[in-house]
């Protein structure tokens, strides 16, 4: 998929958590690397905002491990943002 602007700003918003940990982790990594985040990498990111908030939560914060390899990459990144987040 080409994502387009409004695309995106549909991906930023959704991007909105009902929990303040991960409503902090997202704020930073759409501030930092959305933007650079490629159309293939902009499908996984989609796919891994359908996880409910208490299962990409335990994700972010490293307490479970995902099976599917294609989440591993945007994972990492939501991980550093949640240690900068805890320094």
Same mark, same amino acid.
């Given at each position: ?20 940990? *991960? ?18 990498? *902009? ?15 335990? *994700? ?21 943002? @949640?240690?900068?987040? @805890?320094?």
């Amino acid at each position: 998929m080409t994502y387009t602007q409004a695309d995106k700003n549909r991906l930023r918003w959704r991007s909105r958590r009902g929990l303040l940990e *991960l409503d902090i982790v997202f704020e930073m990594f759409l501030e930092h690397d959305f933007d650079g985040l490629t159309d293939a990498e *902009l499908d996984v990111y989609q796919d891994l905002l359908m996880l409910p908030d208490i299962d990409l939560l335990e *994700l972010v914060d490293g307490k479970t491990d995902t099976t599917d390899a294609r989440l591993a990459p945007i994972l990492a990144r939501l991980r550093h943002w @949640q240690v900068v987040k @805890q320094q």
